[in-house]
């Protein structure tokens, strides 16, 4: 079964700072997809940014990036110039490329922006 | 595209009551997901649907619960005997079949499950 692991439950940032969120997975795949999703406390879950496991080149949405390590099954989450808004619960998850595949989430950490 | 939509957003029942939550997909969506999220804790899959046809249930999901989705669409997700520990934000997200792995899923906001 895959398990994704986030081991830091809070985290806290200097506004216009920058931020690295951790997240390590176990798979027995080689073809998946990884997604942070962001979840503030209107607690809809929101998309941030995905990665195809496949692609050797890191994701990247405006101030958003990630560190794949694929061989270290590591996916890290970097927010550059942190906001204010960027204050919520921040989600790692996986999911396989099978046809029956579900997205299977970390526990979460709680990031905190100081102005 | 109006998103997922979910009723009521927040339920508060009585220990033992029956309750009863809708979820409207973003139309064209065809796979329906129901997540169960506790505080301080990431999303557990309960079941999904593909159309009208249920294809997988969590160990989660007990005898009391049962999920619908009978013509295609809107899904609903009912539990029976409420207990104190069913308390829970239940999360419905959608996707599209051939594109939704890579994707990801689209969620609702949610309904705020209090059991008293």
């Known amino acids: 079964a895959q398990t994704v692991t986030q081991s830091q439950p809070e985290m806290s940032v200097q506004e216009a700072e920058t931020v690295t969120l951790s997240c390590t997975y176990d798979?027995?795949?080689?073809?998946?997809?990884l997604f942070w999703y962001k979840q503030p406390p209107s607690r809809q879950m929101i998309l941030v940014i995905r990665?195809?496991?496949?692609?050797?080149q890191n994701a990247t949405e405006n101030r958003f990036s990630v560190n794949f390590q694929k061989a270290a099954k590591s996916f890290s989450l970097k927010i550059s110039d942190s906001q204010l808004g960027d204050a919520a619960m921040y989600f790692c998850?996986?999911?396989?490329?099978?046809?029956?595949?579900?997205?299977?989430f970390g526990k979460g950490i709680t990031l905190s922006v100081r102005p | 595209d109006t998103g997922v939509s979910q009723d009521p957003r927040h339920k508060i029942t009585k220990r033992g009551q029956n309750v009863t939550f809708r979820c409207d997909p973003i139309?064209?969506?065809?796979?329906l997901y129901w997540y169960r999220q506790t505080l301080g804790q990431g999303p557990e899959f309960l079941t999904y649907?593909?159309?009208?046809?249920?294809?997988?249930k969590s160990r989660l999901l007990s005898d009391r619960f049962s999920a619908e989705r009978p013509k295609g669409s809107f899904s609903t997700l009912e539990i029976q005997r409420t207990e104190q520990g069913d308390s829970a934000m239940y999360l419905c997200?959608?996707?599209?079949?051939?594109?939704?792995?890579?994707?990801?899923?689209?969620f609702g906001s949610g309904t705020q499950l209090s059991v008293l």
């Open positions: 998850a996986y999911r396989h490329t099978g046809a029956n595949s579900k997205l299977t």
């Open positions: 649907f593909q159309n009208e046809a249920q294809l997988e």
């Open positions: 139309s064209e969506h065809n796979r």
């Open positions: 798979t027995s795949e080689s073809d998946y997809y």
């Open positions: 997200a959608s996707s599209l079949d051939a594109t939704g792995a890579k994707k990801g899923l689209f």
């Open positions: 990665q195809e496991a496949y692609k050797q």
